[in-house]
């Protein structure tokens, strides 16, 4: 590596730390992700978590054969949005690192930081971005020098939804990809079947919304219908909304390319769905490795990296974490 950017994840579960050179070769992230071992994430474990995991992945970071402190050129860290706790480790580390190193210091906003780092690895160039991860779903694009938000979740994040339901199942965290196994088993056992298997449709206008989605999903498996249909049923359901409002918004700006991103975004059905719709309107769809789909510190960097060539830095004294950054409060000046 030459000159690199030194990208640092810290918002929620995952604790990552990632790296770009200066002129946009994206290299993988190395990453510890906290896995509670009942109920939800509690932001304090998640950031005890974090702060126990910082040496170890700095010694793999710096034993990458490629990779050189003296190379960094700077160091760009999530300010938001995310859990406070989290956030606060990451910003905490990076401060030290930059002051240490003598490089510029780069807080970076994390939802911008889906999109540049799916425009990078894709080669898309204007696109509509559905985010779709544990804490956020969003559709955005971009106008007037930012990203927009056109339609957001009014409750929870869609990962959240499906980790809720595969908690209720017994089945632990992540539940995401676990719920897209038994979907599949469904899907190929024979003919699929939405017989006492419909669930409500949360879109209005162009946001969405899950709890009651997940409130009557785990009701019917309750109930006793089949767990694989269910799930079956609860990734079509859901993930036809966020098509349909992912559809709007492109017919709405005029823009012809869908960028897909965030954890949810590994999904092989949801991929699928969206390149359909794509299809049908002539339009583009891509998303990136699922490395840099799920929440990585080479995003950061990536980002980092675009604000570092217009200039843009952090002070110190700028650089506390913003728990409620918007994707919208961020100026973009670069292409
Ligand atoms: P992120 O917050 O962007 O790191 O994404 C984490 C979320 O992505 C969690 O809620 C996971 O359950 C979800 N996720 C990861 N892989 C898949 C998958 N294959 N299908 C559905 N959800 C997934
Ligand atoms: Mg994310």
């Not at 079509?236 to 954890?263: D, I, N, P, Q, Y």
């Not at 830095?313 to 100026?331: F, Q």
């Amino acid at each position: 590596m030459g000159g690199i950017i030194l990208g640092i994840e810290s918002t929620a579960h995952t604790f990552s730390f990632g790296c770009v050179s200066t002129d946009g070769e994206l290299f993988p992230s190395f990453s510890s992700l906290f896995r509670p071992e009942e109920g939800g994430i509690h932001p304090r474990e998640a950031a005890d978590h974090h702060s126990e995991s910082t040496a170890n992945l700095l010694n793999q970071l710096s034993s990458n054969k490629d990779f050189s402190w003296e190379s960094i050129a700077a160091v760009a860290f999530s300010q938001g949005p995310g859990l406070g706790p989290c956030l606060r480790v990451g910003a905490s580390v990076a401060r030290t690192l930059a002051t240490r190193l003598s490089v510029p210091l780069i807080g970076v906003n994390h939802c911008v930081a889906h999109i540049e780092v799916g425009r990078n690895q894709t080669g898309c160039i204007d696109p509509v971005l559905l985010y779709v991860s544990g804490g956020n779903t969003q559709v955005i694009a971009r106008a007037d020098g930012r990203y927009r938000v056109l339609g957001e979740t009014l409750d929870i994040g869609i990962g959240n939804m499906l980790d809720k339901f595969a908690r209720s199942q017994g089945m632990p965290f992540p539940g995401g990809p676990k719920i897209e196994k038994l979907s599949r088993a469904y899907a190929n056992s024979g003919p699929q079947s939405l017989d006492d298997a419909y669930l409500p449709y949360g879109v209005h206008g162009m946001d969405l919304a899950f709890s009651g989605m997940l409130t009557s999903a785990t009701q019917k498996v309750s109930e006793g219908s089949p767990l694989e249909q269910i799930c079956w049923s609860l990734q079509e359901h859901s993930f036809a909304t966020c098509v349909e409002v992912a559809e709007r918004a492109l017919a709405h700006t005029g823009k012809t390319e869908l960028l897909l991103g965030g954890g949810v975004a590994c999904n092989e059905r949801l991929r699928q769905m969206s390149q359909i719709m794509c299809e049908e309107r002539g339009a583009a769809c891509y998303w990136p490795d699922k490395q840099f789909c799920i929440d990585n510190g080479t995003m950061i960097a990536e980002l980092g990296r675009r604000m570092l060539e217009c200039g843009i830095e952090t002070e110190l004294m700028d650089s506390a974490i913003d728990p409620s950054l918007r994707t919208d409060n961020t100026t973009v000046v670069w292409q």
